[in-house]
């Protein structure tokens, strides 16, 4: 069944991919359409209107485009791959992406981008004449003239086979493609290089249609940083921004997991784990996203019951092919009764869960419609936010909520309208039939609303009418009177109608999933596990294996009571457990002694050797050795203040 | 102009050092030279061939092109040795012992980081080779920053002068547009000079400025609001124009293609942000956090840090708390070094909650590395407690501290 196990998993798994995949793309869309209007741009003023006057006294600058991506340096990659395919696929088959780590000196950057743009001229043409290209990398000079000779024969030779057969390729490049070098990372690339690259390819801009493209994680300023006036009024420069990495976030969120597409769920204590790593560590979606891929491993690995998640239309089958011991472990978890009714049981309490966990997403947005526009905030800004609090506990008696439906029932009345407005779109983009009288329920309310504002014109209509001045008293005098015995008006007597209702709604739906019969198939809710993989402590845990080695090694003689030192514990294990009593520099005699006193402990009956001062030869190797080993952890270092000492490196539990 | 003698086949001076300020016309001066008195020259960038190998090689296949023969073939020169073997045979082969023949390097400067023989070699090529060759070099800077310890031929040193306000003026109003009077042009030159002259003395960035703000300068005669001649309306128009340019375009803030649009637009240069106006960075939590500690590291002295993070520091001694180096302010003096474990104590101290020391706080420290805004000192072994410096700005730190 293992195997059986694995293709269910991969079908989650894959089908979660695909929608991440579809995510991506459309993200920075927006921003690679604008990079590429600009680059198609660049040089084609040039090519068109070059006898114009302003053209011949402009000096002519290399179109660079400064590309601020944000600090999540991991997600950069993909965006530069899907950059340089939409380029390769739209623009110009010349590509390069440089990285600092590959460029030290201008002769390895001209290396690394001869080396690139050459062989992507091998892709483009046919197999036919490769030997013409294949000239090993060392024989041809790194120089830009060399380059601008390759340039050269590749535009001629596109140019000679347009005609041919190849029209569909080229002819989405035009005339004389443009020639892309891609900084990956401006603030890793040295001055010298950087200047140097831009002086020389500056000289040659009139043979080499060059454009630039830095990407940078921080500010644009770090272009003036690292390009002296001079070198950067070479450059043409405009600025991109990709969308921040918080967006990002909750897109994928919003799409992954405020959805019933999926049967997979991930519970609260997972998701705040996720989104804390995001937050507080890396600001990295592509962690997130790896870290989300790793529950649904975790879940199918370790939850048996993970058999029935699935999509709601197989559940039928998978809980009929339920083995004896699945079944058990379903009783264990629910009381049911025969084992007959078990599997109808199950694929019912199943639906039921599917049906929730729509409404639940349903209600979950238009409360956030409502929280979202609260002032201060009390249940978060963003979705995400909220739906923590939901999954948690019921959030209906929590102190936030209060104070929620306490600043809900202050709102004004335009933004209640447009609230209950985007709440019915919401409840009527679902295809189901639960909200049809939710959603009918809200409509009279903005009918009633629509009703009030008439009577309220229609009544000022009335005092305008009443010209005679006891009427108008009169009036005026009831108004008043009205308003200070605090009897509600009928504005506010609706407010409350509807507060009380989404209220109402809140304490239906808004259910925990914990509360849910069977919600363990689904959700994924063993945060510790995840925490453990995701943000290791490697000081932690070597401490750990250090002081306690049974916590590891789960061997009965090591369990040790009290903090004592075993001496059955590795020599290592000793050596580090005596170097914790001392102070910053340690004595190497004295550390020798002590843990020859450990070692010697259990072989007592033989105490006329140990009573020598002469130090075993066995000990003092064995000494030697988990000295050298904690040296090699970085816990010591020989120190040259005092002979016969090393210093300590750590302090504290860990 | 009188060292490059008329007499071809005479002897010329071995080497010639010329410089002068950025565009000072050293480049154009010697092509032109050599073009219109037909001398045979090779004539090679120092940067753009940055090894003394490729520089070698450059000047070699310049030199079988020099008499018009088209067809060049690859070279293979490793060394100054070779270079004066096959130098000799080339000027055989191309027939040019009759006159002297001349080797420009511009940007000469990159010569010093070559390797320390090229230098002196170029400078008595003549006497290596013997051939009729003058070497003449073109930099930015002196020649007594060239001159090596070991000493070596001195050059004959010429000095080209900046071109002075008139001069521009004069250049500049040369490439007059061909539908405007140079009058007209010549009037629009001196607002710009008027206004770029104080910041400004590059006449390819001035050349640049004046074809980009032109248009601008038209706009009331195109419109006709305004003849040729009126001037004052004319510099009323353009001279706050010109002075937004200052800011922003001069600067490369934005770009010379985005001003132009907006100029085109007829847009205010305010609605567009330049580069420095997006300051901003947006960093993780704990990141922040790091990056505060190491401010607080590399700015406050080690002594100060007991008392400004333990809660039970102990007296103060007022008297004599500041030590008489530690009043100027730490902010001259720059940031300093601090090892690893000093960072992570600060950092554990600022923060309110507990901070475990996952891999995740020690990878972030190295973000900030690789993002420049930390920088580690010394590049010694991780093991060996590295330490580190915080190169941010106080205004930086206290927009993220915010």
Known sequence: SHLDLSEKYLEVFYECSLCLQKIQEDLNKQLLENLVGFLSRSHSDFQEKTTEWTCRMKFREIPTAALVLGVNVTDHDLTFRGLSGILQDNITPYVALLEAKDCPGIKNLMQKLMGQLMKCDIDVDSLEDEDCVQVSQNRIRC?????????????????????????????????????????????????????????????????????????????????????????????CIELFQSLSCKEHLSTIIDK????????????????????????????????????????????????????LCCQLVDTKKRACSLSHDQCENIRKLQVLSWLKRLKEETVKLLEDLHVYHENYVLILRCLHVFTSSLPKYPLGKQIRELHCACLENRVWETEEYESSLQLARMLNKTDLVTMLQQCVEILMSSSGKEFDKTSEKLKEFLTQFQNLEDMSVLSQKELQKKTDLYHLQKTLLELKESRRSKKLTKFEMLRFEVVDYIDSLVRKYLIPADDRTLHEVVYFNTASVLREHLNAAPRTALHTALNNPHWYLKNQALKCDGGGISNKAPDICIAYKLHLECGRLINLVDWLEAFSTVVMAAEEPNADAASSDQVDDTIHARFIRAISELELLGFIKPSKQKTDHVARLTWGGC | SQHFSNLRQHFSFPSIFIYGHTSSGKTYVMQTLLSTLQLPHVFVNCVEYFTSRLLLEEILIKLQSCSGTEQTSPVRCDSLNDFVRLFKQAVASQELQDQTLYIVLDRAEQLREMEANILPAFLRLQELTDTNVTVVLLSEIVWELFRPNTGCFEPFTIYFPDYSIGHLQKILTQNHPPEYSADFYAAYINILLGVFYMVCRDLKELRHLAALNFAKYCEPVVRGEANERDTRKLWKNIEPHLKKAMQTVYLREISSSQWERLQHDGGEPGQLKGLSAHTH?????????????AYLASYNPVRTDKRFFLKHHGKIRKTNFMKKHEKTSNHLLGPKPFPLDRLLAILYSIVDERVAPTANIFSQITSLVTLQLLSMVGQNDQLDGPRYKCTVSLDFIRAVAR
């Open chain 1, 256 to 307: 992954l997991l405020l959805t019933s597409q999926f049967p997979f769920k991930v519970g609260e204590k997972v998701l705040q784990v996720l989104i804390n790593i995001f937050l507080y560590h890396d600001f990295s979606v592509q962690n997130f996203i790896k870290g989300f891929q790793l529950c649904i491993v975790e879940h199918f690995y370790s939850q048996p019951l993970s058999v």
């Open chain 2, 281 to 293: 960075v947006e960093l993780p939590y704990y990141s922040k956090f790091l990056l505060i500690a």
């Open chain 1, 143 to 235: 120089s830009m003239s060399s380059l601008i000779s390759w340039y050269e024969s590749v535009k001629k030779k596109t140019d000679s086979e347009t005609p041919s057969k190849k029209r569909n390729s080229s002819s989405r490049h035009w005339q004389s493609p443009p020639v892309v070098v891609i900084f990956k990372d401006m603030e890793s690339f040295t001055t010298k290089v950087l200047q140097d690259f831009i002086v020389i390819s500056s000289q040659h801009i009139h043979e080499l249609p060059l454009v630039l493209i830095f990407g940078i994680a921080t500010s644009p300023m770090i272009i003036h940083r690292l390009l002296p006036h001079s070198v950067s009024s070479l450059l």
